[in-house]
């Protein structure tokens, strides 16, 4: 009788609810029972998965929903699956009418949370309608009480099936779908957040984030490891994640940006993307709430400005009429006023600033972090600023004292926290960084500005002096240095502020020490040390650039050719003059007696004015050829050591490398010159 | 009539199937392991050694994020954050510290005293003295006789059972 009723009943089914019956509703339903392994795609890529699906199942997810929406008395299965259906409308077609309807469906399964399944989907969909209606803090409820009542209890059951290697058995009911409930809740709180500007309130669940990072995450493990690093680590705003999502945000904006860029340059969509980037980083600024995050956020902005800089470079923005509209982010005024703030801290109260959770030398790398990147782009602007003042046009003079200023605010920071600092806190390069400047400002002034005032020439060249103090080893430099001196009339001066910089190298224990230990670039510094040691050579350095080393040597070889001439004519000279004192009459001495007749009298007797003459050019060859000799050493012994110091050219640029040890170098010079 | 009967027949069965594959009504009782009163062993004993570890995880991140919150005087985010703490006691934490044997289990005693620890510092952090002060008599209790046992408190820092009561009573001063 009862399985008559059963069979009955299941016929009537068919025959009132047609639908049930079609196969793609069944193939639809599995899907749905398996859509916690593909929620989380991107919206075009949920869509085309969904249109890919309904394609092979015959039937659109839209029928089905349709199909399923007026069974009001549905199981908590057809409900749950329903609302899933619902949820996915939404997330692909961003349909707020579907996120309504999954709520309401969800109604349905408020007695039946006994299911896993149910549970996390009754929880997973109100945290998307909490993010809809942009309220964080029910949002961290909803996904607070997913882990509470979805993840903890199926952990161990996860782990036991694992053990049984049964985790991936079909029959192992929603454990297996751990994995991906894992997923899904990362990805809601790193992007979906973001995506909905929900960007506050959001600190309560950092502890399930670092609980997502502990090895529970598969596919997303980097950027969550990134997230966690701006939640703990030295850069963060002291472990709020409402911060570190906002930041996290703005670096993946940012990098998208430098993609855009690189294929497209600044096109108008561009330029639009740069300002929500900004924005972006802007917003990290406003939400940070100690030093610590301050730190982070401007150091980035302030990276954001350095590509946005080089990028211009780069596509030969620089040019005359070039737009040079763009308006480029970030402050380093502010994040200079950050670095003092820190600095100030550096020797106690610096936990107070946001650092409770990091060590001392954390501090350090955070204050080094943010000088590094005033650094780059301090100099990446006013690099710009040049090269459209050397590029000409109208406002040459104006773009080159605009990098004069700029290279200058680098040297006024680099002047107020590099010397009390030591080495703490400071970047490695910053003292090569501050050589750039000092060049830079040089430049500007002396070879960028079209007509610089005697002020300005004047600052031009105590800056180029101020560059080979920094970084003696620049041959390049002095050569620049010598030619703006003689551009303005002062190439006399050189000598004598040359010999002072090389004084200071020749004298240095730094560089013995770096020369004896046998230190990276020793070879090279060492041969510039015993051409800065040699004042032919340093002459060599500052002028002799526009000759080149072939003319160098030749005037050499037309030297000892011409030493050669003179040495015979002082030969000549010579034989000339012993033949004259031979051949020279002696008259008979008065006291000679009388009668004594001399044999034969002298009958070519030379005046006396011819051998005063004779002994007079002999003089002078002789000097002359002294003179000579003396220049063949000096320069027999000037041109090898000028030679060697050519092969250090490339120096300069080995150290745009961050991390060349040279670096460590340049900042004991500069210590040992302050002491 | 016929579709309510439908219905009614749908939800029966579905209901039937779930309730064999699937998770128990009440989450506190989800895991098996965490009301059992007798000592376990073999794989049950492994499996509640890694239900420990869990914890120890958990309440780790639940301390960092408290004091972040509580020192950033997060007023919106601290009272969810507490909620949540306390839930988590009450559905997973709880249970699983409620038998007697582990405290003396010698392969868990030491995890389990610190978790009670770790769960007592927690309590501090939530200005909950009550329940504070009984956390600490149920260690004193259950360690009577093993003052000199290592355990950790904070995690991460290894002392004695006596140093660590005497650290966290130093505390309980309900400043933070």
């Known amino acids: 009788m009862g399985s008559r009723i059963v069979t009955w009943l299941v016929c009537a089914t068919l025959l009132v609810w047609p639908s049930l019956s079609r196969s793609d509703d069944a193939a639809w339903v599995e899907e749905l029972d398996h859509a916690h392994s593909f929620i989380w795609q991107p919206p075009t890529e949920l869509r085309a998965h969904l249109e890919g699906r309904s394609e092979a199942l015959g039937g659109s997810l839209r029928e089905f929903v349709a199909s399923r929406a007026d069974t009001g008395r549905a199981s908590p299965d057809a409900a749950r699956r329903l609302a899933i259906a619902q949820l996915l409308l939404y997330l692909a077609h961003d349909d707020s009418e579907q996120l309504a309807a999954s709520v309401a469906s969800l109604k349905r399964l408020r007695d039946h949370l006994g299911r896993f399944e149910n549970r996390y989907w009754y929880h997973y969909v109100l945290a998307h309608k909490a993010l809809a209606k942009q309220r964080p803090v029910e949002f961290s409820e909803q996904i607070m009480a997913l882990w509470l009542r979805v993840v903890v209890p199926l952990e161990g059951r996860y782990e036991e099936l694992e053990r049984l290697s049964l985790h991936e058995s079909p029959n192992s009911g929603f454990a297996s779908a751990l994995p991906s409930v894992y997923e899904n809740i990362t990805w809601l709180i790193l992007y979906r957040t973001g995506e909905r500007g929900v960007d506050r309130d959001l600190d309560g669940l950092s502890a399930v984030v670092r609980l997502l990072a502990r090895d529970r995450v598969t596919s997303l493990t980097q950027p969550l490891r990134e997230l966690v690093a701006l939640l703990d680590g030295p850069l963060s705003d002291d472990g709020s994640l409402s911060f570190a999502l906002a930041l996290s945000a703005a670096r993946s904006r940012h990098e998208r940006l430098l993609g855009d860029v690189q294929k497209t340059g600044w096109t108008g969509e561009a330029t639009g993307k740069l300002q929500l980037t900004a924005a972006a980083y802007e917003r990290a600024l406003e939400l940070a709430e100690t030093t610590s995050g301050r730190c982070a956020a401007l150091a980035d902005t302030l990276r954001l400005r350095t590509d946005v800089y080089a990028s211009r470079i780069a596509a030969r923005d620089d040019a005359p009429g070039a737009d040079a509209t763009l308006e480029v982010p970030g402050s380093p005024e502010r994040a200079i006023e950050v670095y003092a703030e820190m600095a100030g801290a550096r020797g106690e109260g610096w936990p107070e600033l946001g650092f409770h959770a990091a060590s001392h030398q954390d501090y350090l790398s955070a204050m080094e972090a943010l000088w590094r990147q005033i650094q780059h782009s301090l100099l990446m602007q006013a690099e710009y600023q040049l090269s459209r003042a050397v590029a000409g046009g109208r406002h040459a003079g104006r773009d080159a004292r605009r990098a004069s200023t700029t290279y200058g605010s680098f040297l006024e920071f680099f002047d107020r926290h590099a010397p009390a600092s030591g080495s703490d806190g400071v970047s490695e390069s910053a003292h090569f960084a501050a050589f750039r400047a000092a060049l830079g400002v040089g430049h500007a002034l002396l070879e960028a500005t079209p007509e610089p005032r005697q002020t300005e020439i004047d600052h031009g060249i105590l800056h180029y002096q101020r560059a080979l103090q920094l970084f003696p080893f620049d041959r390049v430099l002095w050569t620049s240095f010598a030619a703006a001196l003689g551009r303005h009339g002062r190439e006399g001066a050189y000598a004598e502020l040359g010999r002072e910089i090389a004084e200071r190298v020749r004298r240095s224990n730094s560089v013995d020490s770096w020369i004896d230990a046998a230190e990276p670039a020793a070879a090279k510094i060492e041969a510039l040390r015993s051409g800065l040691s040699d004042s032919f050579t340093t002459m060599y350095m500052g002028f002799a650039q526009a000759a080149g080393l072939g003319k160098l040597e030749g005037d050499l070889e037309v030297l000892r050719a011409r030493r050669d001439e003179v040495a015979a004519q002082v030969d000549r000279l010579t034989q000339k003059r012993e033949q004259v004192i031979a051949s020279t009459w002696i008259p008979a001495s008065p006291a000679e007696p009388e009668g004594i007749q001399t044999a034969s009298p002298e009958p070519t007797a030379p005046s006396l004015p011819d051998l005063e003459t004779v002994a007079r050019e002999l003089a002078a060859a002789s000097q002359r050829l002294e003179r000579i000799d003396e220049h063949i050493l000096a320069r027999s012994r000037a041109l090898p050591l000028y030679r060697q110091t050519l092969e250090s050219d490339d120096l300069r640029l080995e150290l745009l490398r961050e991390d060349h040890p040279l670096h460590r170098l340049l900042r004991r010079m500069y210590q040992e010159g302050r002491s | ?176």
Request: aromatic share 6%.
């Open chain 2, 1 to 176: 009539m016929s579709r309510f009967l439908v219905l009614a027949l749908s939800m029966l069965l579905t209901g039937a199937c779930a309730d064999a594959t699937h998770a128990p009504q009440n989450p506190a009782t989800a895991s098996p392991a965490a009301s059992q009163q007798r000592p376990l062993a073999g794989s049950a004993l492994e499996a509640r050694a890694g239900e420990l570890a869990t914890a120890r995880e958990t309440l780790g991140e639940m301390q960092t994020t408290l004091r972040g919150l509580q020192r950033r005087e997060n007023r919106k985010a601290v009272p969810a954050f507490e909620d949540f703490v306390r839930a988590y006691f009450g559905l997973h934490l709880d249970p699983l510290l409620r038998p007697e044997w582990p405290s003396r289990h010698p392969d868990l005693m030491t995890m389990d005293a610190t978790l009670r620890f770790a769960r007592a510092d927690l309590m501090r952090r939530l200005q909950d003295s009550q329940e504070f002060e009984r956390a600490l008599a149920d260690i004193e209790r259950r360690f009577t006789g093993r003052q000199e046992m290592l355990i950790e408190y904070p995690l991460g820092q290894e002392r004695t059972v006596r140093s660590a009561v005497q650290m966290l009573r130093g505390r309980s001063r309900w400043t933070f």
